[in-house]
Nanobody, 128 residues
């Protein structure tokens, strides 16, 4: 079993930066793919970014590409989401997820059904 714990959310202003962290505990495996998803009020949960744990391949949603950066620290079993130039439309609950697939590729990285474990989420609110 894998437990994922997100942190770093909060209230920020438009244009600010924020870094989210996701600590993976339990029976983690070095070949897992890790992802970030988000859900805005009244909307479906959507893909944000993913990183293959072993090779470090990264994938991004078009809406965040160039502003968000996903990275990982294997030694700490932690994945980060660095968010720059935040916009009000980035307001959402951000979820960390883990997939037992080593590298989902650009298409399946966004597929929620490919992820086996989910965190509880952390709220990010971007004010104008």
């Amino acid at each position: 079993q894998v437990q994922l714990v997100e942190s770093g959310g909060g209230l920020v202003q438009a244009g600010d930066s924020r870094r989210l962290s996701c600590a993976a505990n339990g029976r983690t495996h070095s070949s897992y793919t890790m992802g970030w998803f988000r859900q805005a009020p009244g909307k479906e949960r959507e893909f944000v970014a993913a990183i293959s744990w072993s090779r470090g391949s990264t994938y991004y949603a078009g809406s965040v590409k160039g502003r968000f950066t996903i990275s990982r620290d294997n030694a700490k079993n932690t994945v980060y989401l660095q968010m720059e130039s935040l916009k009000p439309e980035d307001t959402a609950v951000y979820y960390c997820a883990a997939s037992t697939y080593s590298d989902l590729g650009s298409f399946y990285a966004a597929a929620q059904k490919k992820y086996n474990y989910w965190g509880q989420g952390t709220q990010v609110t971007v004010s104008t």
